[in-house]
């Protein structure tokens, strides 16, 4: 085990990468924050031949996590757990409940500091499996005393960001009658659009999987590559699959007016941020836009109620309309305005030391 505390090039309040003894396969659990003593954050299988970019990856998402707290009033600091497995065939079998059992006990061993739940690459079955070594997890389904699936809220609160960005830009929440083109038709981004099939709107989606044309097809979405559909005119892009869609070279293609989606990390880099300002390319920030499957978890740490939670949910379109507007009357970035938000609430005393065990 290796344990990082902060350090002057490491605003992470603790940073664990190991080898897991019966898998052999490497992982990271990384605490951004702790905020009241626990961090929330999801666990997810990452292929890359190179562990360090599982690294990489659980810095920046747990920043993200801690964020996405602070954005939407939830008390708990930001974690990640990311798994490095071989790219090409997914892990199954005794290979897969291995290194499941590696991340439980590691998870069991922070006594409760830190609560996971499923992410890309993760199932509620592989979560079931760790159930059996760590109580520490959220997001279960309802016969094993869990919150169940979170993507349903995450879905939800996603489409409030779409709503208040289309007050923002358009004077109006109405979807009816949008062009949003919408990339990732996971368990996420096929809500949304199944939303917004509902509300009206006009959609094209792409995935980087064909087998999803059919779910297309039966929402009378149109169906489109996720290259081109980067550069597809319309009223919205709704990025929904991993991060980092947003460079460049994306940004400058875009022909849209906004850019609000649940995917994570959506910007390459903050620069991309202001190229979008200068196209004056309205962009949602992520962590408040994909919050509401945080909400949902959270829920379960906090005891607060189904109905409590898709209220909360429902705020995530109020947060958006406060960001939009603080950027655009202070001549600032969204993700600028946001940060801005998310520090007020950190300086209030947010502890970066682990609480007592």
């Known amino acids: 085990m290796v344990s990082i505390q902060p350090s002057l090039s490491l605003e992470h309040a603790e940073v664990r990468v190991r080898r897991g003894p019966r898998s052999g396969l490497h992982f990271v659990i990384a605490i951004h924050d702790w905020g009241d003593g626990t961090a929330l954050g999801g666990c997810r299988m990452l292929p890359c031949e190179d562990p360090g970019a599982a690294l990489l990856d659980a810095l920046a998402l747990s920043r993200a996590m801690t964020y996405k707290c602070a954005s939407v009033a939830v008390p708990h600091g930001g974690g990640k ?12 079998g005794e290979a897969r409940d291995a290194i499941l059992a590696d991340v439980g006990d590691a998870v069991e061993e922070l006594g409760g500091r830190f609560r996971t739940g499923t992410d890309a690459g993760t199932t509620v079955d592989d979560f079931l499996k760790m159930s059996e070594r760590t109580k520490y997890l959220v997001g279960l389904p309802a016969s094993a005393g869990g919150s169940g699936d979170s993507s349903e809220l995450t879905a939800d609160g996603g489409v409030a960001a779409l709503e208040a960005t289309a007050e923002h830009v358009y004077g109006s929440s109405e979807l009816r009658d949008r062009r949003v ?63 980092g869609v947003l460079d460049e070279a994306t940004a400058t293609k875009l022909r849209c007016a906004a850019v609000v989606g649940a995917a994570n990390n959506q910007l390459a880099n903050p620069s991309i941020g202001e190229l979008l300002q200068k196209r004056g390319i309205v962009w949602a920030p992520d962590f408040i836009a994909n919050a509401g499957g945080l909400i949902s978890v959270a829920s379960e740490v906090d005891g ?17 309309e406060e960001v939009l507007t603080l950027a655009e009357r202070e001549g600032i970035t969204p993700l600028s305005a946001a940060e801005r938000r998310v520090e007020a609430v950190l300086a209030t005393g947010r502890s970066q030391a682990p609480p007592a065990r």
């Open 181 to 243: 083109n919408l990339l990732g038709m996971g368990k996420v981004g096929a809500k949304i659009a199944d939303n917004l099939a509902g509300r009206g709107a006009h959609l094209t989606v792409a995935d980087i999987d064909p087998g999803k044309r059919d779910l297309a097809e039966r929402l009378g979405a149109d169906w489109s590559s996720p290259d081109e559909l980067l550069e597809l005119e319309g009223d919205f892009l709704a990025p929904c699959a991993l991060g």
């Open 81 to 92: 757990c990311v798994i490095a497995v071989p790219p090409g065939k997914p892990l199954a």
């Open 304 to 320: 607060y109620s189904e109905a409590e939670a898709r209220e909360r949910t429902a705020g995530i379109g109020m947060a958006i």
